[in-house]
């Protein structure tokens, strides 16, 4: 068993990747919007999307962070990912939140859904003081569900992944009871 968990919000249904979402996971990384945002190449295809899905799975079994498969519980559609990323990289600032859904699917609040379960599941199950998104300032959509979750820009720097741009290292810190 996956120690992916699958979990529900009002609308979504978070669950592990599986085999058969390579076709819909393949048309949300070849959307022009979504390759766009995460400056895809042109050709990016099924190869990566059923890599990026085994990497998911991969990264849930390995740490226990990873993003889940989105599916629209009314309709059963496949719409995206989101969930947590720690990858193994030195520069990384810690547990990052993040979100790509089918362009079909945006404006209707389904990241800033299910990107709140990810917060919500992260702080629940890691014992870290913060949670971060790694966030391109030029990509106004994710700054504006990371801003919806209360996370705040906390620093703009190069990292190692991508050193052509600056991203925005936004954060979130965990609230504590004060009793
Ligand atoms: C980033 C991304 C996930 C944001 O998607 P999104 O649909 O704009 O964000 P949300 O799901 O939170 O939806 C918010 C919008 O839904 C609207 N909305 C409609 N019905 C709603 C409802 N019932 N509840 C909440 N919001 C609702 C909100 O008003 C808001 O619209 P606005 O942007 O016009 O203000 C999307 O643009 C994407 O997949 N981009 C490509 C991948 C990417 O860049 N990932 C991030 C890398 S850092």
Redesign the pocket.
């Known amino acids: 068993m996956s120690r992916c968990p699958t979990l529900e919000t009002a609308r979504l249904l978070l669950r592990p990747f599986e085999e058969n979402d390579v076709d819909a996971y393949t048309a949300v990384l070849q959307s022009p ?2 390759r766009a ?2 400056h895809l190449p042109d050709d990016v295809g099924r190869y990566e999307a059923w890599l990026g899905m085994a990497q998911q799975l991969g990264q849930w079994e390995l740490r226990g962070t990873g993003q889940w498969a989105l599916v629209e519980k009314a309709s059963g559609e496949f719409v ?1 990912r989101a969930g947590t990323h720690r990858p193994e990289r030195a520069d990384w600032p810690g547990i990052e939140v ?4 089918h362009p079909g699917h ?7 859904e299910a990107g709140g379960a990810a917060v919500e599941y992260a702080f629940a199950h890691h014992d870290v003081d913060a949670l971060y ?4 300032p030029e ?1 106004t ?2 700054q ?2 990371a801003r ?1 979750l209360g996370f705040t820009l906390s620093e703009t720097r190069v990292l190692s992944h991508f050193p052509e741009l600056q991203h925005g290292i936004w954060r979130l810190a965990r609230q504590r009871d004060e009793t």
């Open positions: 919007e979504v945002s995460l995206g993040g979100w790509a859904l945006w404006g209707k609040g389904y990241a800033t998104s790694v966030i391109l990509n959509a994710s504006a569900v919806r």
